[in-house]
C-alpha cells in the first residue's frame, strides 16, 4: 500500500466515523423524543429525514475506506448496484431536505403583512407530502444508476469505466451522458436555488427586523443579539451546504460526461458529497440545543412521560 492510498483511508475513516457518530446521535435523541411524547415542531420531521438521507449517505464511506486500505476489496453485483444507487438518492433526499427546510423557516418568520404569512397555517400540513415528493423524486432521477453499474469482475473486459475503488460505472456514451449531466445539474440547481432564495430571505428579515429595534436597545451589543447570532447560523449553514454541493456538482457533470475516469478523481466526488453530510449534525446539534437538553432529561425520567415544547429553530 503507498502512501496515497493510506491517506485515503484515513481520510475516509475519520470522515465517516465522526459523521456516523454525529448523525447517529441524532437519530437516538429523535427516538427519544418520540417513544417520551416530546411534543416537537414541524420542522423535526424535515431534520429526520435530512439525518437518515446523510446517515445512508455516510455508509458509503464504509466500503470506500475498506477499498481504499485493501487492493483486493470487491462488492458483489447487485450489492454494487443498491449501494451506489441509494448513496446517490440519498444525496439528492438530503439536498431536498435541506432547501424545503430553508423553504419553511423563511414562511415561519414572514411578517403577518407579507404574502407568504398565509402559507404559516397550511406548511405545516404540506411538509410530510413534500418529503415524500422529494424521496419520490430522487428515486426517479438516479434510477439510471443500477443499469450502467456493476461490479469490479464484470467491469474488467469495459475499457470506458467510472472506477469507485470496489464498483464501476460504465460510460454511457457522449449523447446519453450529457443528457444524464444536465439532468442530474438541473436536479441540484432548482434544490440549491430555492435553498438561496429563502436563506436570502431570511437574512433580509432579520436584518430589517435588527434595524427597527436597534433604536430600544442602542446599549446591546450587535454580538448578544438573537437575530445577528440566528442571521450567522444560518449564513454558515447554507455558505457550508453551497460550497461542498457545488463543488460535488460540477465533479458529478463531469464524470457523467467523460468516457473514462481515474480512481482518484472518483474518490474525490466521493469525499466532497461526504463533507456536508459529516458536518451537518453537529451545525444541527448547535441548532438544537435546548431540544437535545429536553431528551437528556426524559431518558433520565426511567420511562416516565414527559410532556414537553420545543422552541422553533
Not at 7 to 35: H, K, R
Not at 63 to 90: E, G, M, N, W
Not at 216 to 224: F, G, I, K
Not at 270 to 297: E, G
Amino acid at each position: 500500500m503507498d502512501t496515497r492510498d493510506l491517506t485515503l483511508g484515513i481520510f475516509f475513516l475519520s470522515q465517516t466515523v465522526l459523521g456516523l457518530l454525529g448523525n447517529s446521535i441524532l437519530i437516538y435523541c429523535f427516538i427519544i423524543a418520540d417513544f417520551s411524547g416530546i411534543k416537537v415542531k414541524p420542522t423535526h420531521l424535515i431534520v429526520k429525514h435530512l439525518t437518515w438521507a446523510n446517515f445512508i449517505v455516510l455508509c458509503r464511506g464504509i466500503p470506500q475506506t475498506i477499498a481504499a486500505f485493501s487492493q483486493t476489496y470487491y462488492v458483489d453485483y447487485v450489492s454494487c448496484k443498491l449501494a451506489l444507487y441509494f448513496h446517490r438518492v440519498a444525496r439528492g433526499v438530503s439536498l431536498g431536505s435541506t432547501s424545503l427546510l430553508s423553504v419553511f423557516q423563511a414562511i415561519t418568520i414572514s411578517p403577518s403583512n407579507s404574502k407568504w404569512a398565509q402559507l404559516k397555517v397550511r406548511a405545516p400540513r404540506i411538509i410530510g407530502p413534500s418529503l415524500g415528493l422529494c424521496w419520490a423524486l430522487q428515486l426517479l432521477v438516479y434510477v439510471f444508476i443500477p443499469v450502467y453499474t456493476t461490479d469490479i469482475k464484470h467491469g474488467r473486459n469495459v475499457t470506458r469505466i467510472n472506477d469507485y475503488g470496489y464498483c464501476v460505472i460504465i460510460s454511457r456514451g457522449r449523447l446519453i451522458s450529457t443528457f444524464i449531466a444536465i439532468l442530474l445539474a438541473s436536479n441540484d440547481a432548482i434544490f440549491s436555488g430555492l435553498m438561496m432564495w429563502s436563506s436570502g430571505y431570511m437574512v433580509f428579515i432579520l436584518l430589517k427586523h435588527k434595524q427597527k429595534v436597534s433604536h430600544t436597545h442602542r446599549s446591546q451589543s450587535p454580538r448578544s443579539s438573537p437575530e445577528t447570532r440566528a442571521t450567522q447560523r444560518i449564513l454558515t449553514l447554507v455558505s457550508s451546504f453551497l460550497l461542498f454541493y457545488v463543488t460535488s456538482v460540477v465533479l458529478t457533470s463531469y464524470l457523467s460526461v467523460l468516457e473514462g475516469t481515474t480512481k482518484w478523481l472518483s474518490n474525490a466526488l466521493v469525499a466532497m458529497s461526504a463533507c456536508f453530510p459529516a458536518l451537518c449534525p453537529f451545525l444541527l446539534i448547535n441548532h438544537y440545543t435546548s431540544f437535545f437538553r429536553l431528551c437528556d432529561t426524559c431518558c433520565s425520567c426511567q420511562r416516565t412521560r414527559c410532556t414537553c415544547v420545543v422552541r422553533e429553530l
